[in-house]
C-alpha cells in the first residue's frame, strides 16, 4: 500500500542536541510538508518542498532545517536553535497541482520531547 | 488574506445522534475549503474537499459539508454519531490568493474541534 512512513513514533532527546525526523512517501508525490502541532494550536507549516532539491520556509521555520535530495524523502532536522523543540510532527504529501486544491496525504507523526 | 475559525473547540454529543461542527471562514478569493479528521497518535484524513463545484459536499463515513457564501460558512454534519467518530476535525481553506503555484502551503488550518462521543 502506498502511503507516507514517518519514524520514530515516539524521540526524546536531551535539550541542546540536534535531531532528525525521517519522512519517506512512496506516492509519487512532487510536494513534501512539515507541520507542527501543539494542542489547541491547529497545524503550523514548517517547510515545504515542490521539487526535489528545493525547499520553501513555512510560517515558523526558525530552528528547523530541511533536505529534500529525493524525491520519496524529507527528513526535518530540529536544530538547538529552536526555543520550544517539544511537541508533535506531521508530515505530509501532495500531487503538484496547478490550483492549490489537492488534498494532503499525512503520515501518523512523530511525538518529539526535548528536557 | 484567508483565515478559518471553527467555532467550537469540543462538542459532545450521544452515539445516535446528529454532528454538527462548526467553521467560518475568511477569503478574498473564491476558495477551497476542507475538512480532515485526525484520530488520537496519528495523522489527518481527509473527510471532504469543496472546490466551487456543488455547495453540498459528500464525505467519507457518513460526513456531509455545505459551503454558504453568504454566511461564509462551511460546517460538517452527519445524521447519526458513531463512538468511532470520536476524534478532532480540522476545518483548512486554502490560502488562495490569485498564485496557483501549484503549492499547499498556504493551506490554512483551524484549531480544531474535539468530538466526544457518549455511549
Known amino acids: 500500500d502506498g502511503g507516507i512512513t514517518q519514524s520514530p513514533k515516539y524521540l526524546f532527546r536531551k535539550e541542546g542536541q540536534n535531531v532528525t525526523l525521517s519522512c519517506e512517501q512512496n506516492?509519487?508525490?512532487?510536494?513534501m510538508y512539515w507541520y507542527r502541532q501543539d494542542p489547541g494550536q491547529g497545524l503550523r507549516l514548517i517547510y515545504y518542498s515542490q521539487i526535489v532539491n528545493d525547499f520553501q520556509k513555512g510560517d515558523i521555520a526558525e530552528g528547523y532545517s530541511v533536505s529534500r535530495e529525493k524525491k520519496e524523502s524529507f527528513p526535518l532536522t530540529v536544530t538547538s536553535a529552536q526555543k520550544n523543540p517539544t511537541a508533535f510532527y506531521l508530515c505530509?504529501?501532495?500531487?503538484?497541482?496547478?490550483?492549490?486544491?489537492?488534498?494532503?496525504?499525512f503520515g501518523n507523526g512523530t511525538r518529539l520531547t526535548v528536557t | 488574506a484567508q483565515s478559518v475559525t471553527q467555532l467550537d473547540s469540543h462538542v459532545s454529543v450521544s452515539e445516535g445522534t446528529p454532528v454538527l461542527l462548526r467553521c467560518n471562514y475568511s477569503s478574498s478569493y473564491s476558495p477551497s475549503l476542507f475538512w480532515y479528521v485526525q484520530h488520537p497518535n496519528k495523522g489527518l484524513q481527509l473527510l471532504l474537499k469543496?472546490?466551487?463545484?456543488?455547495?453540498l459536499v459528500k464525505g467519507i463515513n457518513g460526513f456531509e459539508a455545505e459551503f454558504k457564501k453568504s454566511e461564509t460558512s462551511f460546517h460538517l454534519t452527519k445524521p447519526s454519531a458513531h463512538m468511532s467518530d470520536a476524534a478532532e476535525y480540522f476545518c483548512v481553506v486554502s490560502g488562495g490568493d490569485g498564485n496557483y503555484g501549484g503549492s499547499q502551503g498556504n493551506l490554512i488550518f483551524g484549531k480544531g474541534t474535539k468530538l466526544s462521543v457518549k455511549p
Open positions: 505530509a504529501s501532495s500531487i503538484k497541482d496547478t490550483r492549490p486544491n489537492s488534498p494532503l496525504h
Open positions: 469543496y472546490t466551487s463545484a456543488a455547495t
Open positions: 506516492l509519487n508525490h512532487d510536494a
